[in-house]
């Protein structure tokens, strides 16, 4: 058994991919995205995966470059690779709201010869839209430390018809769950539950130093543990559970464990929001005004609870590797044992059901 598989076998894949230096950033071009998009296919493009510019700006929403991309599947790919909106697998159920910590939904990689080289900018374009363009290298680092690079073992899903109705991109890979659908599907943000995470080295001597170092999302562990080290012994107490909960339990619930939110004073209550900020960082501006949104409608942050977990602390050194922020229709779980899993799932109804 391999130094990873120690880690998390889990989420180990069969055989690691081999090992890719990403392309460097597309230069975005002049116009709108508006402007591109009504512009004929093989105009929008004329870029190459090997560096020319392209005619179409990476950053901007994706869901027009979704249109795109269907547009421009063969009848064979489309066999492959696109669903209908309410399509239900035999094993998995409802496949468009599926999550889980190292899987693919399609078995064409991004980067094999099934996708043409424009379809596969096209991708890329749509993968950086979804995030905020200061986190596009960190989610590189993580994808190749963890998966080979970006797409050599990613693969997508198209469900419905994008242009025509609800439809929905969904991208997955090991520590990998993410999604765009223009606000196809109702009452959630993100367009269904996600799911990031990031094992990097991960040595056998599981503790803070050497196990988190360079993880691109431990930061947002620390900062919730300096919010614990603001409560006082009454606050604790009700703050720090036992047991962690299963790793995909993420439906949301009636009763939830720790602090209640309310608990907490004004500067606590600012440390939380700091928290919060940090965890919607990573994604365009319309997925975290949305997750906001939810979050309002049912009541806000101070209807929530906030758990730290003894389980699972990495060198019994009461820095909480495993915390979870939950109200009636928001969990985000950061699991940061053997390494960091953080699975979300946000609505504005907590009845909206959850296919792990």
């Known amino acids: 058994m391999n130094a990873r598989s ?22 975005a071009a ?35 470059l979704v249109k795109l991309l269907y547009e421009s599947l063969s009848e064979a790919q489309r066999a492959k690779i696109c669903f209908p909106w309410d399509y239900q697998h035999p094993e998995w159920g409802l496949l468009r709201t599926r999550i889980s910590n190292n899987w693919n939904i399609t078995e064409p990689v991004i980067y094999s010869d099934f996708y043409t080289k424009d379809q596969q900018e096209l991708i890329r374009a749509i993968f950086e839209g979804i995030l905020q363009p200061d986190w596009h290298a960190r989610i590189d680092q993580q994808l190749q430390d963890d998966a080979g690079g970006y797409g050599r073992s990613q693969s997508i899903a198209l469900f419905g018809t994008p242009g025509n109705g609800p439809f929905q991109f969904v991208m997955t890979g090991r520590h990998m769950t993410i999604r ?17 995470g990031h094992a990097g080295s991960c040595p056998d001597n599981f503790h803070e130093g050497p196990q988190h170092e360079g993880n691109v999302f431990w930061h947002q562990a620390l900062e919730a543990n300096k919010l614990y080290q603001m409560l006082d012994g009454k606050q604790r107490k009700l703050a720090l559970v036992e047991r962690l909960p299963e790793e995909s339990a993420v439906g949301f619930r009636s009763q939830r464990p720790g602090i209640p939110v309310t608990e907490l004073s004004s500067d606590q209550k600012a440390r939380l929001q700091e928290v919060l900020r940090l965890l919607l960082e990573p994604y ?41 922020l939950e109200g009636p229709a928001f969990v985000w779980y950061f699991r940061g044992t053997p390494h960091v899993h953080v699975w979300v799932n946000v609505a504005d109804d907590p009845n909206v059901p959850l296919n792990s």
Not at 14 to 23: E, I, K, M
Not at 180 to 196: K, L, M, T, W
Request: hydrophobic share 35%; aromatic share 8%.
């Open 284 to 324: 365009r501006q319309s997925d975290r005004d949305e997750a906001a949104a939810c979050l309002s409608s049912q009541g806000g942050l101070d209807a929530c609870s906030l758990a730290f977990y003894q389980e699972g602390d990495l060198g019994d050194d009461q820095v909480w590797d495993c915390w979870r």
């Open 180 to 196: 765009c659908d223009g606000n196809s599907a109702e009452h959630v943000a993100f367009g269904g539950p996600i799911f990031y």
């Open 30 to 64: 002049t116009g709108t995205l508006a402007a591109a998009a009504a512009a004929p296919l093989a105009g929008m493009l004329a870029g190459s995966a090997r560096g020319r510019a392209a005619t179409f700006d990476y950053g901007r929403e994706p869901e027009p």
């Open 6 to 27: 120690r880690c998390c076998p889990v989420c180990e894949p069969a055989s690691a991919p081999n090992q890719w230096n990403r392309r460097e950033l597309l230069q």
